[in-house]
């Protein structure tokens, strides 16, 4: 039987996350991510690099939120943020 990683903080990052490295840290880290959504934690390690996926842009803020109420830009998933007047 394989032990499932809980999803906690490893150390309290900073209230806004800037960065994919931040965001899935905050999450416990890869292996606690890859266990939550069900990928490969080689999936997750390349997002580390590549940047995170869209479509995971809602299931990620929503998990922020409730762990931690951390944010993180909208355009770390590649997400266009809005023109500021």
Known sequence: MVKKRRLKPRSPPPSELNSAN???DALG???A????????IRV????????????TYKAFNTRLDSLGG???PSSLWRQK???KS
């Open 81 to 83: 943020e809005p023109v």
């Open 22 to 24: 931040e965001v899935i």
């Open 70 to 72: 951390w944010t993180a």
């Open 29 to 31: 880290g890869t292996g």
């Open 33 to 40: 991510v890859a266990d939550w959504l069900g990928v490969d």
């Open 44 to 55: 997750v390690s390349n997002w580390r690099v590549r940047g995170l996926p869209p479509e």
